[in-house]
């Protein structure tokens, strides 16, 4: 039988942040800033007050710390979906399934926050959002340009305006995937179908008529 050491003191208190930035997230995606609390996300990582800012030393913090996870998650995300989204539709649908079954609900409470910091974040974290993404939003203004000169774009579009409206859109279909339909068919049916129709969509904005 395989040995495993216990967790250090450094990987005890690493997991334990992890755990209060998992609950801050939660937190975070259904109250927004103003609506969450130290305690309530103390409560939700099922630790003390005192404990939670013995990690964090305010509420400012913690957000920070949700703020950079959000930021290193959506890194490549855009890019990944415009470039299979243009194969074919089978491969961009591929690709939305896989990104959104690896962890459903982390994936649409990530895409709710994101939301939240965009709407009602401070100054100085939107600044950290396009600072944090930037680097992502040139390397796929400069896919799309290449793909123009190439032929295989429309030639019409403003590359550094895409990049957004994608970024939206994908992010709001995700945000609320969770929401029920209109129509009788199941919860399954009618995200399928809104994944079917947000590949096409990106598709008919950036393919050749």
């Excluded at 109250?31 to 990690?55: E, F, V």
Aim: glycine share 8%; with cysteine.
């Amino acid at each position: 039988m395989e040995n495993t050491a216990p967790a250090s003191r450094t990987e005890r208190s690493e997991q334990l942040r992890q755990r209060i930035v998992g609950s801050a997230l939660e937190q975070f995606a259904a109250h927004g800033r103003t609506g969450m609390s130290l305690s309530d996300i103390a409560q939700g990582a099922g630790i003390s007050k005192q404990l939670l800012l013995y990690h964090f030393k305010s509420k400012a913090a913690v957000e920070d710390a949700v703020l950079e996870l959000l930021i290193s998650r959506s890194s490549g995300d855009i890019t990944g979906v415009v470039v299979t989204c243009t194969e074919s539709m089978e491969a961009g649908l591929e690709e939305m399934r896989r990104r959104l079954l690896e962890d459903p609900v982390l994936t649409a409470r990530a895409a709710r926050a994101m939301v939240r910091f965009l709407l009602d974040g401070t100054r100085e974290q939107q600044v950290r959002i396009t600072e944090g993404t930037r680097h992502w939003f040139e390397a796929v203004v400069q896919l799309l340009r290449e793909g123009q000169a190439k032929g295989r774009y429309r030639p019409g579009f403003n590359p550094r305006a895409m990049v957004p409206q994608i970024g939206m859109l994908m992010l709001t279909n995700i945000a609320l995937l969770g929401q029920g339909g209109w129509e009788s068919n199941t919860d399954d049916d009618w995200r399928q179908a809104r994944l079917v129709e947000f590949v096409r969509g990106v598709r008919a904005m950036l393919l050749p008529d």
